[in-house]
């Protein structure tokens, strides 16, 4: 068993030497001054512009008065966000890249510095950062305080989130950095990180506001209130000071569920980032596949039960069904395999290439060995995407299953249909969209083993693997929707050619489905036959 | 001990090091000779744990390289042929910054004494991109000095320095050899190597020409000693008397002066010189050639690059 290193922990927590030194950097001549400076000259004119259209006009009445003191404050808040959306990313985005770039790098990692040690130090030297701009503009805020907009305890609140939230910030700057070679690049993708980042917790954002609604069977979720995933929405930081969630019966302050989201979240990244500094077979790697499969696994649970959820709210208020459970199992069938999928663009063409970058090689050592799993090498890829899948799969299962213990229902009275996670395995229709899954993961990874055997480079192997899944399966959703007269409700005419149209119409489509899961199983096999003389010839190469 | 054992690195089809094998002790200062690309710096940030080798071992007091490179880092000094310094740091603050993540205790002390070694004490609140280019250099080996290393890698430590910087730096580099450090040195500066390596490595499109201590390697270009001689006068007589004596050959002869390849050990050279005396022959001058790394590097290896 593993002892806790509390020495190594209180390094890499508490004397962080990167940190020290960062901060040195960052507060050191009159560069920082002028910066601050500029800063705060900024806020106060933007802030000052909105005072002056909240209050100036028609402070009448105390409850206009009141509401318009609001809107103040949230403008201040708005202000800070989208400070800390500029500045927390590119403080990230420069961290790596620019060491990489002046060859401090190889100084720090000739020394016994663990990526982690480094990256940890890289976050609280940004975390203190961010923390200052913050700081700089509590007087701004404060007038917010004195005048009514919002309470002391809310706005520290808000100042808590968003100091978490640019750590994510930080956090994709610094996993983009340790993959890019030149700052502006990583400044770009950065950005772009967040803005998905912004747009997929915006979207739980509104999708647990309709769950509160009514709209997505709230009636016994385990999160009543407020919708668990809301609490990573940064739209959502200023109101979450007074709300709380219920997790499994019990309450918890919303912005102590998002602060530990956040965490989770900025841990996953950063062990992405260090796990690609690191060599093969390191620490981090193993701990990244570890924490991937929980916390897939995780999603999956919520998922499933979310979708159960939903499902349950929708046929309990819709017309009567002919066939419930077919209905049911389609529907079902249908989230998981979108599920899976979306999943796998993000990490089958990563796990399925091989080759050597500027700085690392990732040796082929074979196709599959279940013993490499962990270890971050090209044999132990295989097994791990099966697991993940398998994990994805049982945790989706067990979502729906898991309604507070209870068997779900569905169905208006009198055509009641009970289903289990364990019951859905059984259904055809079930099954049939999983084998689409299991079809398009395969394809995935067979391009990917393609492009690795054709290009030595991984970078190149692996965006040619990715953009040969998106030609394969978007563009001619694109393409068919110029030519096609018919829509994606409706999958007629050239529309059947599309492999992933079947996962997003209303209509169950499964026919479709069980031939296109068929047809990429057989086209990958061909892919990976027609490859056998080529991985021949990479004899499995251990480094020693 | 540094023992590295057919250590081989490949790209590829291509091949950087193509299993070198040596050995060196405490106290060793080795120098690594070949020209740019020959895969002097690959071998180097091997041992440095920064490159993983495709085979061979590579241990140093016991520790292998791939299998323990946190304990291999402890032990080690790497200065890479640049400097890769931070800006708005000083001094003290850059060895500090080491200091504290290789985890040495009393950090000040430390540092002031590694300042002391490398002459730097009078810079240590200056910021570094205030040194000069001689000064960061030896900042650089400051760093490598903060966790008192058992083995220093110095890939070109004297590019690019004047000549008062390279001789303070080879000094220092003595001293450290002296303190019982083994050091490998990579340069393209022959004769300087020379003067304070104990022992000499030719490295050429990945192979390890020739390993061993100076007199040994330039002995193994040229078993016999080369003797330059100057006569007065008529150079036949002093060449008929060179070419009929036991274990001498007779090499080129240009106006008085000729060359003899002779194979004996220095007794018999002062001998051969006594006899050629009594015969009368009018000796002006009768020198060694001593053969330098510099007619070595270039007899040994053809210029070719991997």
């Known amino acids: ?544 | 001990m540094l023992e590295v054992k057919n250590l081989r690195k490949t790209y590829g089809d291509f091949t950087a090091v193509q299993g070198i094998s040596f050995s060196l002790k405490p106290g060793d200062i080795f120098g690594f000779i070949g020209s740019n690309g020959a895969g002097k710096t690959t071998t180097i940030r091997m041992l440095a744990t920064l490159l993983e080798p495709t085979s061979g071992t590579a241990t140093l007091n016991g520790v292998d390289v791939v299998d323990q490179p946190m304990e291999i880092r402890r032990m080690i000094g790497y200065m890479p042929d640049f400097f890769g310094l931070y800006d708005d740091v000083k001094v003290w603050e850059y060895l500090d910054f080491f200091a504290s993540i290789y985890g040495v205790s009393q950090r000040d002390k430390v540092i002031d004494e590694v300042l002391e070694l490398t002459d730097l004490t009078i810079k240590k609140d200056a910021f570094v991109q205030s040194l000069s280019r001689g000064m960061q250099q030896r900042l650089c080996l400051a760093r490598c000095l903060v966790h008192d290393p058992k083995l220093l890698l110095l890939d070109e430590p004297a590019s690019g320095l004047d000549p008062r910087a390279r001789a303070e730096l080879k000094e220092l580099i003595a001293e450290l050899g002296r303190m019982g450090k083994i050091i490998i040195i990579s340069s393209h500066i022959l004769p300087e190597l020379s003067d304070f390596c104990n022992s000499v490595g030719i490295i050429e499109r990945g192979n390890l020409l020739a390993f061993g201590d100076v007199a040994s390697v330039v002995r193994s270009i040229r078993p016999t000693k080369q003797i330059n001689i100057e006569v007065l006068g008529d150079p036949d007589p002093a060449a008929r008397f060179f070419a009929s004596q036991t274990a001498t050959r007779l090499g080129e002869c240009s106006g008085n002066k000729l060359t003899i390849e002779f194979d004996g050990d220095e007794s018999e050279q002062v001998e051969l010189l006594k006899k050629a005396l009594a015969n009368e022959i009018k000796i002006l001058s009768f020198a060694e050639d001593t053969a330098n790394l510099e007619d070595v590097f270039m007899k040994l290896t053809t210029g070719a690059v991997s």
């Open chain 1, 1 to 544: 068993m593993q002892v806790i290193d509390l020495k190594r922990l209180r390094r890499t927590y508490f004397g962080n030497a990167t940190a020290t030194r960062d901060q040195r950097v960052q507060l050191r001549g009159s560069k920082a001054v002028v910066l601050f400076t500029l800063y705060l000259i900024i806020m106060a004119l933007v802030l000052y512009i909105a005072y002056d259209s909240a209050i100036g006009y028609s402070s009448r009445s105390l409850a206009t008065a009141q509401s318009n003191l609001q809107g103040f404050y949230w403008a201040t808040i708005a202000c800070l966000g989208v400070v800390v959306t500029i500045v927390a990313p590119a403080v990230g985005a420069f961290a790596i890249v620019t060491e990489r770039q002046r060859r401090s790098l190889d100084l720090v990692f000739s020394a016994p510095v663990e990526p982690k040690f480094y990256l940890v130090g890289k976050l609280i030297s940004a975390y203190r950062y961010v923390w200052l701009l913050l700081i700089l503009a509590l007087p701004f805020c404060a007038v917010s305080v004195t005048l009514g907009g919002t309470t002391w305890i809310q706005l520290f609140i808000t100042f808590l989130l968003f100091s978490f939230y640019g750590l994510i910030c930080v956090a994709f700057g610094l996993l983009l950095s340790s993959m890019s070679s030149r700052p502006i690049p990583a400044l770009c993708w950065t950005y772009c990180a967040i803005g998905a980042y912004w747009f997929f917790t915006f979207y739980l954002a509104m999708t647990g506001f309709m769950a509160i609604s009514g709209f997505g069977g709230s009636s016994s979720s385990p999160f009543s209130n407020v919708s668990f995933f809301t609490a990573l929405c940064p739209l959502t930081f200023p109101f979450q000071g007074g709300q709380s969630t219920l997790i499994l019966g019990r309450e918890f302050p919303i912005w102590l569920v998002s602060i530990v989201e956040h965490l989770l979240v900025i841990k996953i990244i950063i062990l992405a980032a260090g796990s690609i500094m690191s060599p093969s077979d390191g620490r981090e790697i193993k701990s990244l596949r570890i924490h991937g499969l929980i916390y897939f696994g995780v999603v999956a649970v919520l998922i499933g039960w979310g979708v159960s959820a939903g499902a349950q709210a929708a046929f309990s208020s819709g017309p009567t069904l002919t066939n419930p459970t077919q209905n049911v199992s389609s529907i079902f069938g249908r989230a998981l395999a979108g599920v899976l999928c979306v999943t796998g663009i993000c990490i089958v063409p990563y796990l399925s290439t091989f080759g050597q970058n500027d700085y690392r090689r990732f040796r082929f050592n074979g196709l599959f060995n279940i013993r490499k799993m962990f270890t971050g090498t090209v044999a132990g890829n295989l097994p791990y995407l099966i697991t993940f899948a398998l994990v994805g799969v049982v945790g989706f299962l067990a979502g729906t299953t898991a309604d507070l213990g209870s068997v779900r229902s569905f169905g208006p009275t009198g055509t009641r249909v009970k289903i289990t996670g364990a019951s859905l395995l059984l259904q055809p229709m079930f099954l049939i969209y999983l084998l689409l899954a299991l079809g398009i993961w395969t394809l995935m990874w067979s391009c990917g083993i393609l492009s690795a055997a054709k290009h030595q480079n991984i970078s190149r192997a692996r965006t040619v693997s990715l953009f040969s899944l998106v030609a394969i399966a978007l563009v001619p959703t694109f393409f068919l929707s110029i030519i096609s007269p018919e829509s994606l409700e409706k999958v007629e005419g050239l529309w059947k050619l599309n492999i992933i149209a079947s996962l997003f119409c209303n209509v169950d489509y499964s026919g479709y489905a069980a031939i296109h899961g068929v047809a990429l199983l057989v086209i990958s096999a061909i892919l990976i036959g027609s490859l056998q003389s080529r991985l021949r010839k990479l004899t499995p190469t251990e480094p020693r």
